[in-house]
């Protein structure tokens, strides 16, 4: 295993250069053996535990190895804040994979650096177990996210309220540049590091967008254009219209929306606070710092637009220099990102339903099951399961047969107009839904209980047999029954915290 340093080369205005603290005791806890495969990372726990525990804390550097901390800015629940950072993160470098893709590699809780403000740059034990829980299981379900490579317990303690066993997470993204990179950038005026900043991105994530040979207006081959910009922007969109309608689909809710937190790549990134909607409400919000529900579940549209909004104004100055005419070329693209949003959100749950494609009259059978759902509080996730599992040509035809006429409630008119729109193919219908509609999410209750007895005993056992579950979302194995239900107490007193 050697590693490249891309991010490296960028050079010192986009970084500092800092090694990550060493532990007392690193023990792997975790290693995430399927990911170090289609990385081509060869370490396997049987033969090397000692050793990964050692690189994986940043006890050893890993060959090739140049860790920085990366700078970045941010809107922080709506406020900027100019001077972020990784401020207990240590970018060791880059890993490139059998079809060309390069990874970052970045340990978190690995110490402190010049971002770190008055932070101890170290992370407790719990919530590395549940980052790495919960992107696994966001993986499974199809949604676009960082993913851990290894948990390794550090041996001393962390101290919040109390003293917390601590713990180093090995992340693996496309890259962490966020949109609160390109503010650092911005808000410092400085143009030439936004442009670097922009080239690198669109190497990394959009090689599509040709730098050289669309550089009309520039003289020097290479040079980034306005309109490469602009195609970068609508790249950029184009991730995050399927990132949001991702966590839409399976209801998850972010909770820490700010723009330090917003990957370019549109990673899910930043486990923090997140948690999974239990029965639908569009205002449902667990994060407890987020007392305005500013990151409430039926909000995240309405916030992606917002950050991306904030990424315009970065990149307003490599458009053009004329700041009337980049918005003029700019604001196209955001309008075209809102109708997108709302477009493919609505296609997406019309396949929820087993519906293909959008047709009139499926919006308002959408928003019509969603209010039903809202008012007696039906489960997100069971009830769609529920819906495709009751599902059959005879129920359907049975169903428009004998309702003429007769007195149907509110859920039964809405059954049968749903059944008239399937009523084609009915086993195409089902088939689509189990495949868009999981049979279990990492439901906030087995989450916390699962953690609290790994922690308590030391044994992994439980987290393993869920993680086992949570990588299979759309199959109904022996286990899967274990984890389906709701809570009882529809998560009441439920609260989630920016996981230090
Ligand atoms: P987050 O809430 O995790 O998105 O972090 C926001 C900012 O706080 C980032 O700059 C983090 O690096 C920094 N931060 C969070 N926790 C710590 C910590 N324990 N020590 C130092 N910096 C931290
Ligand atoms: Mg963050």
Not at 285 to 306: E, P
Not at 423 to 432: E, G, I
Not at 442 to 470: C, K, M, W, Y
Request: a negative charge; proline letters at 4%; charged letters at 20%.
């Amino acid at each position: 295993m050697k590693l490249s340093n891309q991010y490296h080369e960028l050079g010192k205005n986009f970084y500092h250069e800092t090694f990550p603290a060493p532990v007392s005791e690193p023990e792997l806890l975790l290693w995430n053996n399927p990911l170090a495969c289609t990385l081509g990372i060869n370490l396997s726990t049987e033969e090397d535990s000692e050793l990964l525990g050692l690189y994986f804390s940043g006890n050893k550097l890993i060959e090739g190895s140049k860790p920085i901390a990366q700078a970045y800015s941010g809107h922080q629940f709506g406020h900027f804040n100019p001077q972020l950072g990784d401020g207990r993160a240590h970018l060791l470098g880059d890993i490139t994979d059998e079809q060309g893709n390069t990874w970052d590699v970045q340990l978190k809780g690995s110490g402190t650096s010049h971002f770190s403000r008055s932070g101890d740059g170290r992370c407790a034990l719990g919530p590395a177990l549940r980052e790495f829980v919960m992107s696994e299981a966001m993986f499974a379900l199809g949604v676009p996210t960082t993913r851990c490579l290894a948990v390794v317990a550090t041996g001393d303690a962390v101290y919040r309220e109390r003293p917390y066993p601590g713990a180093v997470v090995t992340r693996i993204a496309a890259s962490h540049i966020r949109v609160g990179t390109f503010q650092f950038f911005a808000v410092r005026k400085d143009i030439e590091s936004l442009k670097q900043l922009t080239r690198f991105a669109i190497e990394r994530h959009f090689p599509e967008i040709n730098i050289a040979s669309r550089s009309d207006d520039c003289a020097t081959e290479g040079l980034l254009s306005g309109q490469n910009t602009l195609d970068f922007f609508a790249a950029v969109l184009d991730k995050q219209v399927t990132l949001v309608v991702s966590w839409l689909r399976v209801g998850f809710i972010h909770g820490v929306m700010n723009t330090d937190n917003t990957a370019i790549s549109g990673e899910t990134i930043d486990y923090g606070p997140c948690a999974m909607m239990n029965h639908y409400h569009r205002d449902t919000v667990f994060s407890s710092i987020d007392r305005n529900a500013r990151y409430a579940f039926g909000n995240q549209s309405k916030i992606i637009q917002w950050n991306m909004a904030r990424l315009a104004d970065c990149l307003l100055p490599l458009v053009d220099e004329d700041e009337d005419i980049a918005l003029a070329k700019i604001t196209p693209l955001l309008q075209q990102f809102a109708n997108d949003l709302q477009y493919r959100y609505f296609e997406m749950m019309v396949n929820k339903l087993g519906i293909t494609e959008l047709a009139e009259g499926d919006i308002e059978l959408v928003n019509d099951l969603l209010a039903i759902m809202q008012e007696k509080q039906l489960d997100y996730t069971q009830h769609f399961v529920t819906l495709a599992e009751n599902l059959s040509q005879a129920v359907v035809d049975s169903l428009i047969k004998n309702t003429a006429g007769s007195e149907l409630s509110e859920q039964e008119q809405w059954l049968t107009r749903w059944y008239l729109r399937i009523a084609d193919d009915v086993s195409a219908a089902k088939v689509l839904m189990n495949k868009t509609n999981p049979l279990v999410i990492p439901r906030n209750h087995h989450v916390e209980r699962i953690l609290a007895v790994s922690q308590q005993s030391g044994d992994l056992s439980a987290l393993h047999d869920f993680l086992t579950v949570l990588q299979h979302p759309y199959d109904n194995l022996a286990q899967t029954k274990a984890y389906q239900d709701a809570p009882s107490d529809g998560d009441e007193n439920y609260h989630t915290y920016c996981g230090t």
